[in-house]
């Protein structure tokens, strides 16, 4: 079946750091891809998507570029700032249209130190 | 609505009772989700609405879940003889149906005691 594998946090950065969250999925077909963020005491926001292979999905200065053949979508940010702490989910679309749910990772918390 | 709203946001139950979580969709989208948040374990699928209907309930976790949607809006989620290992947020979604982006709650966080 589907799975998406997220690497384990916390991960704890300096303000500034060059920031990646590993992402690598097993999938049937040609899924969609997500990341989804969680800022302390709110629910989850969509922050970038990609739905083919090479596409780059950008919001907020992170990155993520959907890579078929070594089935990763790695999320990246050139430099962090202390408001992007918060936990950050990889996930898949079930089809290709992602119209029946998603599967996540277990999610990665992202600490930003002053 | 704006967004996705969930009642309640917080319930604290005794083991062996029955709840209800209640959620309503942003208007318009007919595909509305349950997932389940439990602390180090992610975010796991529970069951999907396209309208009234539910062609996926595979992630249930045991038969004292339930979930029911009327008038292709709102949906409850109900657990019956709640034990203590239901604790956990439990978030609603919702997406237009051809749509890809999947839109979230903030959550009902349960705590079975």
């Known amino acids: 079946g589907n799975s998406v594998t997220q690497m384990e946090g916390p991960v704890t950065l300096s303000e500034e750091a060059f920031l990646t969250i590993n992402c690598t999925y097993t999938a049937t077909g040609y899924p969609s891809l997500f990341w989804y963020v969680q800022y302390p005491g709110e629910g989850l926001q969509l922050l970038l998507k990609a739905t083919k292979a090479d596409d780059k999905g950008s919001n907020k200065g992170f990155e993520a570029t959907y890579r078929k053949e070594t089935t990763s979508f790695h999320l990246e940010k050139g430099s962090v700032q202390v408001s992007d702490s918060a936990v950050y989910f990889c996930?898949?679309?079930?089809?290709?249209?992602?119209?029946?749910?998603?599967?996540f990772g277990k999610g990665t918390h992202l600490i930003i130190q002053p | 609505g704006a967004g996705v709203s969930q009642s309640p946001s917080n319930k604290v139950t005794e083991k062996g009772k029955d709840v209800e979580l209640r959620c309503d969709p942003i208007s318009g989208h007919t595909a509305l989700y349950w997932y389940r948040q439990s602390l180090g374990q992610g975010l796991e699928f529970l069951i999907y609405f396209q309208g009234n209907s539910a062609p996926d309930k595979s992630g249930l976790p045991s038969d004292r879940f339930s979930a029911e949607r009327t008038g292709g809006s709102v949906s409850t989620l109900t657990i019956q003889r709640t034990q203590q290992e239901d604790s956990a947020v439990y978030l609603c979604?919702?997406?237009?149906?051809?749509?890809?982006?999947?839109?979230f709650g903030e959550g009902s966080w349960l705590t079975v005691v």
């Open positions: 979604a919702s997406s237009l149906p051809e749509g890809n982006t999947i839109y």
């Open positions: 996930a898949l679309s079930k089809t290709g249209g992602g119209a029946d749910g998603l599967t």
